[in-house]
């Protein structure tokens, strides 16, 4: 009888989805907290050591919030990058759009890895931008770029850059172009008009493009590994470390849980405030 009712039906196609969901993500989740709740890797006794461990050491907490700063830094180079590549896919022809968008899209359709390595080429002592600023005069010497902060935040933004170039030109499409034109006729700059006109009326683009880059800048363990290099401890290669390096496997769970549970809890708390401004503007 359950089954048959118009509620269960609704539902039924959702079914699959719903199974592959909780195989692929809730088994795994309950999984680490019963490990980390282990007080040895041996897995002898159970308490809550492993969290007390985290917070009362402040190695882990730096860690932590350098890899929650390098997600908040290449979001924000990479919502500084979008915005004049969406005004000029919005300024562009037919043909001009459909270039700007094979360009966005074609990293997306080339490996992690692959990209990853390309920019080693790239910032290396011997790379192209040393070497052409060693041929211009401009530098002495050539500069360390690889195994760098600034370097790593510039790979990564380039690298998560389609997340967020889609959302904010999506949201630049929206926009009712009477209502440039009007400021225009009033005297408004250009610079004016950006800032009053086109950048609230495209907030919810930007804020999900920066969410996306945000979440994926702080999980992406290949190209912090390869381009942060071993000097550069982030959460996900501390992660790694702890697993198969020192095989601490109720500490690298606790760390899973910990960082999985600081991404989700600053993308809630982003997305709550940004709905709140959002109601406010309404309102107003």
């Excluded at 070497?131 to 211009?136: I, Y």
């Excluded at 005297?187 to 930007?206: D, E, K, M, W």
Aim: charged fraction near 10%; proline fraction near 5%; avoid cysteine.
């Amino acid at each position: 009888m359950l089954l048959r009712s118009p509620e269960m039906k609704q539902m039924l196609p959702a079914m699959p989805l719903a199974m592959l969901f909780l195989v692929t993500f809730v088994v795994p989740l309950v999984v680490l907290v019963f490990l980390s709740l282990f007080r040895t890797p041996q897995f002898l006794e159970m308490g809550p050591d492993q969290y007390v461990r985290f917070f009362s050491e402040g190695f882990n907490l730096r860690v932590l919030y350098d890899t929650l700063l390098l997600g908040a830094e290449v979001a924000l180079l990479t919502l500084l990058l979008a915005y004049p590549l969406g005004l000029a896919y919005v300024a562009a022809g037919q043909t001009g759009r459909t270039v700007i968008t094979f360009l966005i899209l074609l990293p997306l359709l080339t490996s992690t890895v692959v990209r990853t390595f390309a920019w080693i080429v790239i910032l290396g002592r011997e790379g192209i931008v040393n070497s052409a600023m060693l041929a211009l005069g401009l530098w002495d010497q050539p500069a360390r770029l690889l195994y760098s902060w600034n370097g790593l935040v510039i790979a990564l933004a380039q690298i998560q850059l389609p997340l967020m170039a889609l959302p904010v030109i999506n949201s630049l499409l929206r926009v009712d172009r009477n209502l440039t034109r009007a400021a225009e006729g009033l005297g408004a700059s250009q610079l004016r008009i950006f800032f009053t006109v086109i950048l609230p009326l495209t907030r919810p683009g930007a804020l999900a493009g920066w969410l996306l880059v945000f979440a994926a800048a702080t999980t992406a363990f290949i190209t912090q590994t390869l381009v942060g290099g071993g000097r550069m401890i982030l959460m996900p290669v501390y992660i790694y470390q702890q697993a198969m390096g020192v095989q601490e496997w109720p500490f690298a769970a606790a760390l899973s849980l910990i960082f999985t549970g600081a991404v989700i809890g600053i993308v809630g708390i982003v997305g709550a405030l940004s709905r709140r401004y959002m109601r406010g503007v309404d309102a107003a």
